[in-house]
């Protein structure tokens, strides 16, 4: 079933935020299809498969999680991307991260990895590790067609230079990419979807109402415990992904012990999009095109 672009044409029931503006419901939940990529790396792909093919502007969104190395050892070997953004956040192992525009970067516990392939890039993210648990995400953002062709760009982003944000008794924010409580995320000058990316960490019992803009499509993906999101008295699971309807906040609850999930939110392009492999353009024309490049070496 082809996702709605929210907030445009939402049909979920929103309610009064206590705060004042409009709490975002739960439209719909979704559970990642365990997957391979790369040379073999086991994952779980939660946007981009079937169930959800894209959440305008998110064009991807993949957990990898395990303590066997034979699931990860692999990696990623050089690969070529153009016209969309890919975002790595790592929470255990390290990652390597080399591209052909000579940047390297290691990716460790904590630390987040904003690479815009624009025009073209050519990289990779092998392992720096040989046993114990590689865990993290990956999330692929479209660019708009006016920046499709623009010079690559790469941001790494250290774990001490993510601040924390104490929101509420018990619930404590990551702030990667956006804004909130008066603080901006390290990672910068992503203008054409201005995305959120926060991690939030809930104790027992612990809940928060989040600003998210109402402009911005929006998701939470949970990755431990379990959290009642929006006002639902369903909770939403280990693994599950729940996609966010129209409102400007969010609210968040632990239920049932600690709980940990990703708030993600972007604005979205509304544009055609053509997809193939590692290119994401608007035109078939463009796909093709970005092929010959990569051919020919002008990547």
């Known amino acids: ?14 309610a009064a935020s206590p705060a004042g503006g409009t709490l975002r419901p739960v439209v719909r939940t979704v559970r990642g299809t365990p997957t391979s990529d790369g040379a073999g790396v086991k994952l779980t792909r939660v946007i981009g498969g079937q169930a959800l093919p894209d959440l305008d502007p998110f064009l991807l969104f993949d957990e990898f999680r395990s303590d066997r190395a034979g699931d990860y050892i692999a990696g990623f070997p050089d690969h070529p991307h153009r016209g969309f953004e890919t975002v790595t956040y790592m929470l255990a ?34 392992p720096e590790q040989e046993d114990g648990l590689m ?10 067609a ?19 944000l104490r929101v509420a008794p018990g619930v404590a924010v990551r702030l990667l990419a956006g804004e909130f409580g008066g603080q901006s995320g390290p990672v910068a000058g992503i203008t054409g979807t201005q995305p959120l990316y926060a991690d939030l960490q809930l104790e027992t019992g ?94």
């Open 1 to 14: 079933m082809q996702p709605t672009d929210l907030p445009r044409g939402v049909t979920g029931a929103a």
């Open 206 to 299: 612990a809940r928060a109402e989040l600003p998210v803009p109402a402009t911005h499509n929006a998701f939470a993906y949970v990755y431990e415990g379990a959290a009642r999101i929006g006002g639902s008295a369903k909770a939403t699971a280990r693994g599950e992904l729940a996609q966010l309807g129209a409102g400007d906040r969010v609210l968040v609850e632990a239920d049932g012990g600690r709980a940990r999930l990703v708030l993600v939110a972007g604005r979205p392009l509304g544009e055609p999009v053509a997809r193939y492999g590692p290119f994401v353009m608007n035109t078939r024309e463009e796909i093709m095109q970005a092929f010959a490049d990569f051919q020919a070496g002008r990547f």
């Open 93 to 126: 192992g390290r990652m390597r991260h080399r591209d052909n525009q000579g940047n390297s970067g290691l990716l460790t516990a904590g630390s987040v990895q904003w690479m815009t392939a624009g025009r073209g890039i050519v990289h990779s993210e092998m």
């Open 135 to 144: 865990w993290g995400f990956q999330l692929w953002v479209n660019l708009p």
């Open 146 to 164: 006016r920046d499709k062709l623009t010079a690559p760009r790469y941001q790494d982003i250290e774990p001490a230079r993510v601040p924390t």
